[in-house]
């Protein structure tokens, strides 16, 4: 004989448990102020107890919201974007709203099929890490890491001129190094990418020139590197070994990100370059553990999970109709000195 499941439970069984209208119980489910504080705490304890699970569609249809947010990165498994996401997530779902991530691999064809599949789930708004592929799907979107050029586009990144400033002005006034190099994220924001004017590789090239170019120093072209779009350890392990090859090396250099810096320091001793004995090496994004590196390594400060949250806080803003532009919200970087620069 088959056993009848008992049926999930209603909104109608919530308001007979609680002693109130269905209206009611619906409007206290939305945490209308149309219901008394105490009323709106019983119809939920009801419900939690019963484990009912509010209709999502039925939801959306009547406020025209799926309290849904597309969460747009090139790399789930890079420690910059995993620790960025998990704090937005954070944010929102502490609003009400769930997410939906979306990994592009750093491809600007990927990240445009993956903005029509938010789409296709109608989210209210995105976040975004270009690589280079957003197209606009019609809902609000704050940038983060990458800036777009559209005037008024809301976005959180870092200062990335500062930054940079900070790291080779520390190599110039306390070392006084003269050939430094650098080896950074790609110009261009990911594979096939349009042209992003202010993509944070582009932003940390242009600072360290200026920042050489202000110390007074030569700048052979040699000394100045891009890594691949997939951005690699392995890219600052093999541009060490080159640099250290030239007749006439550097003996300072600044890594754009984490992961080319952690490259870097195993490049150079595989060269058999001691640093900072023989070559200073400072990072813009401090690596995992830092501190622990031998020697442990000059960086600015992380601030991954603050991104995520301003982020997270700015796109909330704006779907709540507080702020339809928010411009560029630049975070500040902070310089802390370690053993690599020469730093005791």
């Known amino acids: 004989m088959a056993v009848r499941r008992s049926a999930a439970p209603t909104l109608a069984d919530v308001a007979a448990e ?39 569609l039925a939801r959306s249809l009547r406020s025209g919201a799926t309290m849904a947010v597309g969460l747009v990165v090139p790399d789930v498994g890079a420690s910059f974007y995993a620790s960025a996401l998990k704090s937005a997530q954070d944010v929102l779902e502490a609003a009400g709203y769930h997410v939906l991530v979306v990994n592009t691999g750093r491809a600007a064809a ?109 700048l052979p072209p040699e000394y100045v590197r891009a890594s691949e779009p997939a951005l690699s350890e392995e890219d600052g392990r093999a541009a060490a070994r080159e640099l250290m090859a030239l007749e006439s090396p550097p003996t300072a250099i600044v ?29 813009f994004d401090e690596p995992v553990a830092a501190d622990l590196l031998d020697p442990p390594l000059t960086s600015l400060d992380r601030h991954d999970r603050e991104l995520g949250r301003i982020a997270a806080e700015a796109l909330l803003h704006t779907l709540r109709g507080e702020d339809t532009s928010p411009g560029t919200v630049r975070v500040p970087a902070a310089l802390s000195v370690r053993r690599s620069c020469g730093c005791q």
């Open 18 to 56: 609680a002693g109130v209208s269905q209206a009611t119980a619906s409007r206290a489910l939305a945490d209308s102020p149309l219901v008394n504080v105490k009323t709106r705490e019983r119809v939920w304890e009801v419900a939690e107890r019963l484990r009912f699970q509010p209709n999502r």
């Open 110 to 218: 990927r990240e445009r099929e993956g903005l029509w599949t938010l789409r296709a789930h109608q989210v209210d708004g995105l976040l975004v890490a270009t690589s280079g592929g957003y197209e606009d799907i019609g809902v609000p979107a704050v940038f983060f890491d990458n800036v777009p050029a559209a005037a008024g586009a809301g976005a959180v990144a870092m200062d990335n001129d500062a930054g940079i400033r900070l790291l080779v002005e520390h190599l110039v006034a306390v070392h006084g190094h003269q050939r430094i190099a650098y080896l950074g994220p790609p110009e261009a924001v990911g594979i096939g990418a349009g042209d992003l004017l202010q993509g944070a590789g582009r932003e940390r090239l242009e600072a360290f020139r200026a920042a050489v170019g202000r110390a007074g120093l030569p």
């Open 255 to 283: 890594g754009g990100s984490d992961q080319l810096t952690t490259g870097l320091l195993r490049g150079l001793r595989d060269a058999g370059r001691n640093v900072p004995g023989d070559v200073a090496l400072v990072s």
